[in-house]
Nanobody, 114 residues
Framework: QVQLVESGGGLVQAGGSLRLSCAAS????????MAWYRQAPGKQRELAAG???????NYADSVKGRFTISRDAAKNTVYLQMNNLKPEDTAVYYC????????WGQGTQVTVSS
């Protein structure tokens, strides 16, 4: 059974930081592209950051320089370090695994107050 379990969301003031974690099980984590998407109220889900099995990363322009995605193969976990958070970062953040199949986590709420 495949599971992607996100954690680390919460309420933070603008300028603050949060670190999201996504623990994966039931997949070949080392061979999967992993990504964080986010969906704000009334908006489409969008890519925030992604990381390949080899460690190459890509970011949305809106988060470049503030967010860092990383992965730990020993823990089957992908992280999203979010610094200098802004109110417009408020969204539900979802973990996505792309391999032979695509899997999504259940999401974790991030709320940034001004």
């Amino acid at each position: 059974q495949v599971q992607l379990v996100e954690s680390g969301g919460g309420l933070v003031q603008a300028g603050g930081s949060l670190r999201l974690s996504c623990a994966a099980s039931g997949i070949r984590f080392s061979s999967n592209y992993m990504a964080w998407y986010r969906q704000a109220p009334g908006k489409q889900r969008e890519l925030a950051a992604g990381i390949t099995s080899g460690g190459s990363t890509n970011y949305a322009d809106s988060v470049k320089g503030r967010f860092t995605i990383s992965r730990d193969a020993a823990k089957n976990t992908v992280y999203l370090q979010m610094n200098n958070l802004k109110p417009e970062d408020t969204a539900v953040y979802y973990c996505k695994a792309v391999g032979s199949y695509i899997y999504w986590g259940q999401g974790t709420q991030v709320t940034v107050s001004s």
